[in-house]
T-cell receptor, first 115, second 118 residues
Framework: NAGVTQTPKFQVLKTGQSMTLQCAQD?????MSWYRQDPGMGLRLIHY???????DQGEVPNGYNVSRSTTEDFPLRLLSAAPSQTSVYFC??????????????FGDGTRLSIL | AQKITQTQPGMFVQEKEAVTLDCTYD???????LFWYKQPSSGEMIFLIY??????QNATEGRYSLNFQKARKSANLVISASQLGDSAMYFC???????????????FGQGTILTVHP
């Protein structure tokens, strides 16, 4: 089972460039989310989606865009990369957001460096 | 204010000993869930254990158990019989209602690095 697949695994960008981090899940999960992980700060929620066509902002949304045209895919777009966006990015998914006990399944992460 | 606090940046334990990783949380919602995740040096996030706010008993999963003290708002992870492979970063996380009846959002603590010595 593929689970949650993130691509690419590593990426180096120059300041001002844009790019899309891909996330796909094959578990028919309604809920998908993007986190960034920075040293000493745990994981912080960037954007999330409770179903196709529905997205909302998390704790740190500035500089990022998302869309959810299908249940399976939830890409994260960096509009104009900044060094402060250097981080490890995780995509996660779970069943219905109303199921409190459902754990989120994480992808393996994308390590992004902005020069 | 921090919703999830892990006060131990690093912990050390001898192989085969038990260790407790601390987690305190802050919420006014009576319905919430608490999760623990393990992140080894390879980077992936591995779900370990879940405790619901209305669960009467402490959760257990193999060598992992959760010491849930609701009045104190603490949900400490206990790892029994530590193994070298338990060396990793451990995160406590909480899920509350994200408006209305939706429980989507997950808030993480800063993490605790556990090192198991042979």
């Amino acid at each position: 089972n593929a689970g949650v697949t993130q691509t690419p695994k590593f990426q180096v960008l120059k300041t001002g460039q844009s790019m899309t981090l891909q996330c796909a899940q094959d578990m028919n999960h309604e809920y998908m989310s993007w986190y960034r992980q920075d040293p000493g700060m745990g994981l912080r929620l960037i954007h999330y989606s409770v179903g196709a066509g529905i997205t909302d902002q998390g704790e740190v949304p500035n500089g990022y865009n998302v869309s959810r045209s299908t249940t399976e895919d939830f890409p994260l777009r960096l509009l104009s990369a900044a060094p402060s966006q250097t981080s490890v990015y995780f995509c996660a998914s779970s069943y219905s957001p109303d199921r409190l006990s459902q754990p989120q399944h994480f992808g393996d992460g994308t390590r992004l460096s902005i020069l | 204010a921090q919703k999830i606090t892990q006060t131990q940046p690093g912990m050390f334990v001898q192989e085969k000993e038990a260790v407790t990783l601390d987690c305190t949380y802050d919420t006014s919602d009576p319905s919430y869930g608490l999760f623990w995740y393990k992140q080894p040096s390879s980077g992936e996030m591995i779900f370990l254990i879940y405790q619901g706010s209305y669960d009467q008993q402490n959760a257990t999963e193999g060598r992992y158990s959760l010491n849930f003290q609701k009045a104190r708002k603490s949900a400490n992870l206990v790892i029994s019989a530590s193994q070298l492979g338990d060396s990793a970063m451990y995160f406590c996380a909480m899920r509350e209602r994200a408006g209305g009846t939706s429980y989507g959002k997950l808030t993480f603590g800063q993490g605790t690095i556990l090192t198991v010595h042979p």
